[in-house]
């Protein structure tokens, strides 16, 4: 089983921009469908984006032309580039493998890393 741990999360001011990290240990996920996911307090996580192992993206309506999704292989690590913060973009992220449906991607399981808070202050 991967073990994901997500960092680059921080506090930023509207406007601004993160980049944040997933990378993988124990095993690869050069070749997985990859997601990003989002909680807001009191919520369940929520899709932001994905990239297949062919680097196919698939992004959220909400977040679309602010964030992208970019991997590196040779890294074993796939990226969330997020631009143009909002305060409501403030939660916890996390990354996970997961199942491309329609426009948005499932997770199975709920083996989830600690994953990193992102705060944008206004």
């Known amino acids: 089983q991967v073990q994901l741990v997500e960092s680059g999360g921080g506090l930023v001011q509207a406007g601004g921009s993160l980049r944040l990290s997933c990378t993988a240990s124990?095993?690869?996920?050069?070749?997985?469908?990859m997601g990003w996911f989002r909680q807001f307090p009191g919520k369940a996580r929520e899709f932001v984006a994905s990239?297949?192992?062919?680097?196919?993206?698939n992004i959220e309506d909400s977040v679309k032309g602010r964030f992208s999704i970019s991997r590196d292989n040779g890294k074993d690590t796939v990226y969330l580039q997020m631009d143009s913060l909002k305060p409501e973009d403030t939660a916890v992220y996390y990354c996970?493998?997961?199942?491309?449906?329609?426009?948005?991607?499932?997770?199975?399981?709920?083996?989830w890393g600690q994953g990193t808070q992102v705060t944008i202050s206004s």
């Open positions: 996970s493998p997961c199942t491309r449906i329609g426009s948005t991607c499932i997770v199975a399981g709920d083996n």
């Open positions: 124990g095993r690869t996920i050069r070749n997985r469908n």
């Open positions: 990239i297949s192992g062919s680097d196919t993206t």
